[in-house]
């Protein structure tokens, strides 16, 4: 094979987008500090600096690359934007790289447009490494069964958010499944009891009222109206009942099914089939659609794959579906690259910018890292 | 040039009292070229050089190796990360004592715990999309703490002024800061979360790994150490000392066992002398007498050396390279 690898992944991403895109190395570390979290202070090379000026070097190039959207600013019809450029991620390990350089694309288009794409961008970047000679191994998954999962128990509402919550933080699930099974007893809240008997306004009240009593000034982002709201809610979970264990169990073993794709489908559709499902509609939709994007990308010629409602990657933009492809060959610098849907990034980085799309848009990519699809080549 | 470099703070409380427990423990501190000079002598110690800074400095000097001992703030010397390891706390001085805490809005009457503090961000975050902003100048300890108690949809301010001021001034929703009476956190209408305690701070003797220990120097400071512990010693126990008069030996010894003394003389006819801790001291002599003892006396010491130090021999060990 002599086909070079950063050819072949921009000619992928040219199949994809037609505009490519140079965007500044510095980017608002506040940007990713808002998408990512804090824990991005010790992932990416911040620079010092006042902390709405603070810059830190890009540590990918999604969002970079939704930026740029934002400032062409033109949503008449979907588009995509390719790039290839270097990124910046500080390592523990040794062996990985902390600057290496990213091709990729990034697709835009009405969320009824979008799901079509999925399978495309996915094969894409799957046919790059097959020009080069590279067979990867597929790792997918899916943010939307992971939800539907969740939600088709109908857990007790305050535990179907922290459940959903502890996706992508690393052992979270588990720990979080481990506490709704045998929750501490919920906190004796009187107030709350008796607020909770009360009407809104009158709860409301109520909080105003004790307030100025004691003399306290309301500081903070909340509202009376909020905190009043969860005193209600606290209230009411003392009476609540328990999440169920068998639905628990249930989500622990879906989100721990990891076979080939098919096969991980068909485990998932039995799983929806029992009591434990309350609503398996939505669930059944989301394997249904998951699986469809499978036949799409196993048409001409099936890579070796896995599934599972437990897999996301990366920086966690994602909320739809993800992929990743890997070189096992090369040990801990086996990932090539990957890349899935992210709506949610879009809509949080439009509302920081006070301008963007219409919320009906949703977005996806992948990003692939030419050099070591070099190395698995040879 | 000094064999040893010591840091002390330069200005305010914590000044005065390192200052005070130096000179009590018969090294005082005495600044060259009058009240501003930045330089300072240790009484009796000629190759000690004592250097003013702020605590801040200190830390800093003490992580870069730049001094060889220092006296700071826990909450200081922790905030320095994975520097942390270059430090070694030699001793606990019972001053500048402070809690590092998460602190909410008073208001905030349905958040009383951590576990509040994480459905109510993610509630926020759900919300506005916005996370719940924390103002701190502990970034370090902040982030490892929240972390810990699986607390993610937050993000931190960093705050180098009031940090108390941070959530009344509209910047802010929570705060991790060090407060000792509490009393600035409510004139800020903020409370401490229940179990959002992060650190009881207190002013610390450190010593720093990367300053170069040579033999001279781990000398000069195993005997200052060696001076401080026996202050400390001297002040607790109290020497009795009684005629041995018509009680038995072996009756006088066990008292001395089960009073927690130890004896302080080979042998003296006729004498029995023994150290004691302080507050056993009167009933020890009541019944030393009762024995047949006396008459019995009991002095005060003002330092108390041992053979061996247990400071000093616990930091050369703690310095020996792991």
């Known amino acids: ?378 | 040039m000094s064999a040893l470099t010591i840091a002390v703070p330069s200005k305010g409380r914590l000044q005065e009292q390192t200052l005070a427990f130096f000179a009590d423990c018969g090294l005082a501190i005495s600044q060259d070229g009058g009240k501003r000079g930045y330089v300072a002598r240790m009484a009796g110690q000629g190759d000690v050089e004592v250097r003013l800074l702020s605590a801040g400095d200190i830390t800093a000097a003490l992580r870069d190796g730049d001094v060889h001992v220092g006296v700071t703030g826990e909450d200081l010397l922790r905030e320095l990360g994975p520097a942390f390891e270059r430090i070694v706390m030699v001793k606990p001085l019972g001053f500048g004592r402070a809690d590092l805490v998460v602190a909410a809005p008073a208001a905030w009457l349905d958040v009383t715990t951590m576990a509040d503090l994480d459905e109510v961000s993610a509630a926020m975050r759900a919300r506005t999309g916005k996370r719940l902003r924390v103002a701190t100048k502990y970034l370090k300890q902040t982030h490892a703490f929240l972390d810990g108690r699986g607390v993610d949809d937050y993000r931190i301010v960093e705050s180098l002024g009031a940090t108390e001021g941070a959530p009344a001034a509209g910047v802010a929703d929570v705060i991790v800061d060090i407060t000792t009476t509490g009393q600035t956190l409510a004139a800020n209408h903020l409370k401490t979360l229940t179990d959002g305690l992060i650190l009881k701070s207190q002013a610390q003797l450190a010593a720093s790994r990367a300053a170069s220990w040579t033999p001279a120097a781990k000398a000069t400071f195993a005997a200052i150490l060696d001076q401080i512990e026996a202050r400390e010693q001297g002040r607790s126990l109290k020497l009795v000392r009684a005629a041995v008069g018509g009680a038995s030996a072996d009756a006088l010894n066990q008292l001395i066992a089960r009073m927690g003394g130890r004896l302080a003389s080979e042998s003296e006819p006729g004498l029995i002398a023994f150290y004691c801790p302080a507050e056993r001291a009167p009933e020890a002599s009541a019944a030393a007498a009762a024995l047949g003892a006396g008459p019995v006396g009991v002095f005060g010491s003002d330092y108390v050396f041992e053979r061996v130090g247990t400071l000093s021999a616990r930091f050369g060990e703690a310095l020996a390279p792991r």
Request: with cysteine; proline share 6%.
């Open chain 1, 1 to 378: 094979m002599s086909v070079d690898a950063s050819l072949a992944l921009r000619a992928a991403a040219s199949a994809l987008a037609a505009t490519w895109i140079d965007p500044p190395v510095l980017q608002p570390a506040g940007l990713y500090l808002e998408l990512a979290g804090e824990d991005i202070r010790a992932r990416a090379y911040m620079l010092a600096g006042d902390d709405d000026a603070a810059l830190c070097l890009r540590p990918d190039m999604t969002a970079p690359a939704v930026r740029e959207a934002l400032k062409r600013n033109d949503w008449s019809a979907a588009f995509g934007l390719a790039y290839d450029g270097l990124v910046f991620r500080r390592q523990t390990d040794n062996a990985k790289e902390s600057e290496f350089r990213q091709i990729g694309a990034e697709v835009f288009a009405p969320v009824t447009d979008i799901a079509s794409r999925e399978a495309d961008i996915t094969i894409a970047a799957l046919d790059a490494c097959r020009a080069v000679g590279v067979q990867p191994r597929m790792r997918l998954g899916d943010v939307a069964v992971f939800e539907a999962i969740v939600d088709a128990c109908a857990l007790p509402e305050s535990w179907t958010r922290r459940v959903k919550r502890a996706f992508s933080r690393p052992g979270g699930l588990a720990t979080v499944l481990r506490e709704a099974a045998a929750p501490p007893a919920p906190e004796e809240s009187i107030l709350g009891e008796a607020l909770a008997a009360l009407p809104d306004e009158r709860a409301e009240a109520v909080v105003e009222e004790l307030l100025a009593d004691a003399r306290i000034v309301l500081v903070g982002g909340r509202t009376v109206a909020e905190i009043a709201a969860r005193l209600r809610e606290k209230g009411r979970a003392m009476h609540a009942p328990r999440a169920d264990a068998q639905a628990l169990a249930l989500i622990a073993e879906a989100t721990a099914i990891e076979a080939a794709p098919d096969a991980a489908f068909e485990q998932l559709r039995k799983i929806a089939a029992r009591p434990s499902a309350k609503n398996p509609t939505a669930l059944l939709a989301a394997i249904d659609r998951a699986s469809a994007r499978w036949d799409a990308v196993k048409r001409d010629n099936a890579p070796e794959a896995t599934f599972s409602a437990g897999f996301g990657r990366g920086l966690a933009y994602y909320d739809g579906f993800v992929f990743e492809l890997e070189a096992p060959l090369l040990g801990v610098r086996a990932s090539l690259g990957g890349g899935g849907r992210y709506d949610g990034l879009l809509q949080r980085i439009t509302s920081s910018q006070g301008s963007g799309p219409p919320a009906s848009w949703g977005a996806a990519g992948f990003a692939m890292r030419p050099a070591r699809l070099a190395e698995a080549a040879q």
